[in-house]
């Protein structure tokens, strides 16, 4: 994207012109499981709704970091039954709801949109690599036509690094063309801000959300939406402090030092494997060593590893 492009993105998203359906700050919430890998639905509504207290403006259920790929379709399900249970508004969610294959994708998607969810967070299919468009664009219709609802609204998510499945522009032109407001946003978590950037000038009012915390600014900045992060598990208040002050002049150092201490947590969160590191995170900020437990074929951090990361928290922190 030049200069010129990304500067009148940027003037759009002040005035409001490219504000798009799904807006905000979305924490990629951890999913708590008991030693036997089953999930604890009491502590998982509890975290959703912590979330929300300390800044975010919805919870983006069973993504990557809610290893939503180890649970079955009940219990995917009883997740998000649990989130709403609990009191959270369909609103405030946005559920992963994508499989391999098209039925189970069908019946996660029908089953959070008659939860009235903000929207459905759609991986590719992964396991078939080297698909043509063609075979992404039948996967998507299938499974858009199979929930036949039109109150689906569906934000794609690209992370090829792990499916090895991108999802490219002339795809999103085409499933927009095919589907107008029901395919209305994307998760971009390849950490490409360029690539980000290109979709905000290809697709205005398609609202492009970055997987990575250290890319909210410069994305809002450049006439994005928001994102859907990790480190919102921990520091949804710094996240929340960006999303409400980058545009304001007075409130620049503020915006900076809130973006450094993002950043700092978000190293942390990758100081070993990313998952059993938020979890043992978690687990020392709500003081409960129930949040250690992670589904195979992850593992948790070794004891020394645990507490490498616990005393950088508290260096943080201080």
Known sequence: MTTTTL?????????????????????????????????????????????????????????????????????????LDAARDSGIAGPQLLPGTSSCNIPESVALTRHAVDHGVLGCVMLPPFYYKG?????????YASVIEGVGDD?????????????????GHDLIARLLDAFPGIVVGIKDSAGDLGNMAAMVARFPGFSVLAGADPLLL????????????????????ALRTIWEKWADPTAEAEVAA????????????????????VKAMVAKARGNDAWLNVRPPLAPLSDAERENVWSEMDRLSA
């Not at 639905?41 to 300390?54: G, I, N, T, Y």
């Not at 698909?131 to 996967?139: N, T």
């Not at 609204?153 to 999802?167: C, D, E, G, K």
């Not at 700092?264 to 494997?273: C, E, G, P």
């Open 151 to 167: 109150r689906l609204r569906l934000v794609l998510y690209h992370i090829p690094q792990v499916t090895q499945v991108p999802i």
């Open 218 to 237: 410069p994305l809002l900045r450049g006439g994005g939406q928001g994102c859907i992060t990790a480190t919102s598990n921990l520091r949804a208040d």
């Open 131 to 139: 698909v043509s468009d063609d075979g992404l664009f039948r996967f």
């Open 7 to 79: 500067d009148a993105a940027s003037t759009a998203a002040k005035t409001g012109a490219a504000t798009g359906p799904i807006s905000g700050v979305f924490s990629a919430a951890t999913t708590p499981v008991g030693p036997d890998g089953a999930p604890r639905l009491d502590l998982f509504a509890a975290h959703a709704q912590a979330l929300l207290r300390e800044g975010c403006h919805g919870v983006a259920l069973l993504g990557t970091t809610g290893e939503a790929n180890s649970f079955s379709v009940a219990e995917r399900m009883a997740l």
């Open 258 to 277: 809130a973006q450094d201490r993002i950043n700092a947590w978000r190293s942390l969160t990758n100081t070993y494997v990313q998952l059993p590191t």
